[in-house]
Nanobody, 115 residues
Framework: QVQLVESGGGLVQPGGSLRLSCAAS????????MNWFRQVPGKERELVAS???????NYADSVKGRFTISRDNAKNTVYLQMDSLKLEDTAVYYC?????????WGQGTQVTVSS
């Protein structure tokens, strides 16, 4: 059974930083593409960043140059370093992995950017 547990959300001022973590279990972590999504009420869930098992990454245009996704395959953990945060980054952030065509999600962690 796939389990994803996010942590690291919180309240931060504009321009600040947060680091999200997602600990995975129940999968062969090192071979899986790991994703971070975010969602605000009334909107669809948005893909923020992805990272392959080998460390290649992709980002949504809205976060390029500000967010960095990384992973530690020894710890089965994926991270999202968020810098220069903006008000519009406020959302619930979810960790995601697709295994055999099925999506698994964490419980989500709230990130609020506010002055």
């Amino acid at each position: 059974q796939v389990q994803l547990v996010e942590s690291g959300g919180g309240l931060v001022q504009p321009g600040g930083s947060l680091r999200l973590s997602c600990a995975a279990s129940g999968i062969i972590f090192s071979i899986r593409i790991m994703n971070w999504f975010r969602q605000v009420p009334g909107k669809e869930r948005e893909l923020v960043a992805s990272i392959t098992g080998g460390g290649s990454s992709n980002y949504a245009d809205s976060v390029k140059g500000r967010f960095t996704i990384s992973r530690d395959n020894a710890k089965n953990t994926v991270y999202l370093q968020m810098d220069s945060l903006k008000l519009e980054d406020t959302a619930v952030y979810y960790c995601n992995v697709k295994v055999r065509g099925l999506d698994s999600w964490g419980q989500g962690t709230q990130v609020t950017v506010s002055s």
